[in-house]
């Protein structure tokens, strides 16, 4: 055997050399072959791993880990310069789910403020200096069934929204959610109030650390209407509403923000009388008027198509909300008979059911999103669904009630007062409006 190799290493044998030369190259070739084979499989399984995600994507809810701001890019465009800072995002995206169906869960920790901690709170709206007696309503958070929904952090939120401007457009809905994103703010930085109406339901206000503007423009429409109602809500005369015709109280401020939640709302369920191309068209519920009931359903459905015809044609490049509608929890009675609302605990799933007329609207709204999603993300809109009526629709405990008054039951506890069972105390329920935005908005995907 050593011999043998002996004489295969001799280098003075021709033959022995040509030999050695052949079992040289075909291993060469073998290896080749082998390495380009594994190379292959190598490309293969890698392929198969990256086209994994698509499939999980299909899935409403998946579990996505967390992305960091680095790898994360949040799709809002606006006018001039919004994505300056592109690279922010928020941190600790929640695990992709329907945000929007869950339950409420008891949570120990306390409210991100308080009326003494926020002046921003409306008179209305600020149970606990009013006297509410129950805490209680304070400590539930809004749990998504299939991921966690992060708390709002005011700071990371406003150095998010340097240079932009932020409106909340709708009824006096709009202004308890902007009074809810104006108390968490204020943790942070005190807003200065610089401008509002006449009756102070339009206001605007802004941050200048952050040099972010946030506004609450008052349309309950949202198109064109003559009012002829106090701030009690007693009326003089039926609405006149213009089906046709936007409100510009909002269209002509519209190309000055960058993000928006805009809402349509109970306004709808009054008595008006419709007005299309410069003629009465109809009403709703005017009985006596001789005209020809179109139905509240009708006007939404007209006012909604022309919003969101409005914003996709507008030229403007923005983040849009459009929120779906708030249900009331009245009991015995509306707000005008003597309806109450003294629940002091959330429903649980199955134990409360929509309103035929709340199903409406947000039938309505639901269709409309669909029908506009597409067309205004090829204008360079983002549009997403604020779909808060479900998880609304469970709390029944987070109304003023008796005590969008001062004190009601001072001088009588067996006092008659009328109840608020639409708005919402602050801090209370509302409060998680503003995780699910800051959710949406790091997602940058619709729910």
Request: aromatic content about 12%; hydrophobic content about 35%.
């Amino acid at each position: 055997m050593v011999k043998e190799m002996r004489i295969d290493l001799n280098p003075s044998s021709p033959h022995k050399r040509h030999h050695v030369f052949v079992k040289f190259a075909v291993s060469f070739l073998l290896l080749g072959l082998a390495f380009r084979l594994f190379v292959s499989d190598s490309i293969r399984f890698s392929s198969s791993v990256v086209d994994t995600p698509s499939l999980l994507e299909t899935n409403t809810i998946t579990e996505s880990p967390p992305l960091s701001s680095s790898s994360l890019h949040v799709q809002a465009p606006s006018s001039g310069d919004l994505l300056a800072n592109e690279s922010q995002t928020f941190p600790n995206v929640a695990a992709e789910c329907d945000l929007f169906m869950g339950d409420w869960v008891p949570d120990p920790s306390a409210p991100a403020y308080t009326n003494a901690s926020c002046h921003a709170i409306e008179d209305h709206q600020n149970c606990m200096r009013n006297g509410r007696p129950d805490s209680g309503y304070l400590y539930w958070r809004w749990n998504p069934q299939d991921c966690e929904l992060p708390r709002f952090d005011p700071e990371k939120f406003l150095d998010f929204m340097s240079d932009k401007s932020w409106a909340f457009i709708g009824d006096s809905i709009s202004r308890n959610h902007v009074q809810s994103l104006l108390c968490i703010l204020s943790q942070v930085e005190q807003a200065v109030e610089i401008y509002h109406d006449e009756e102070y339901r339009s206001k605007r206000w802004h941050f200048p650390s952050h040099n972010f503007t946030l506004s609450v423009v008052w349309t309950p429409f949202l198109l064109k209407a003559d009012i002829f109602e106090d701030m009690n809500g007693v009326s003089s005369s039926e609405i006149q509403l213009y089906l046709d015709k936007l409100d510009e109280t909002w269209t002509e401020q519209y190309k000055s923000f960058d993000y928006a939640v805009i809402a349509g709302g109970k306004w709808f369920l009054k008595t008006a009388i419709y007005h299309e191309n410069n003629t009465v068209a109809g009403c709703h519920y005017c009985p006596g008027k001789n005209l020809t009931e179109l139905g509240f359903d009708y006007a939404y459905r007209k006012a909604l198509k022309s919003v969101l015809n409005f914003m996709t044609n507008s030229g403007h490049k923005a983040f849009i909300f459009l929120r779906t509608t708030t249900p009331d929890h009245f009991e015995n009675g509306e707000w005008f008979s003597g309806g109450t609302c003294n629940r002091t605990a959330p429903f649980k799933e199955g134990e409360v059911d929509i309103k035929d007329v709340d199903a409406v609207m947000r039938d309505i709204e639901l269709e409309e999103f669909e029908k506009a999603v597409s067309l205004v993300a090829e204008n360079g809109v983002i549009l997403k669904l604020l779909d808060t009526s479900h998880l609304s629709l469970l709390r029944p405990d987070g109304h003023p009630g008796p005590y969008r008054q001062f004190q009601p039951f001072a001088k009588d506890k067996n006092a008659k007062v009328q109840n608020d069972c639409l708005h919402w105390c602050l801090p209370g329920p509302i409060d998680s409006w503003n995780d699910l935005l800051m959710e949406m908005i790091n997602r940058g995907t619709h729910q």
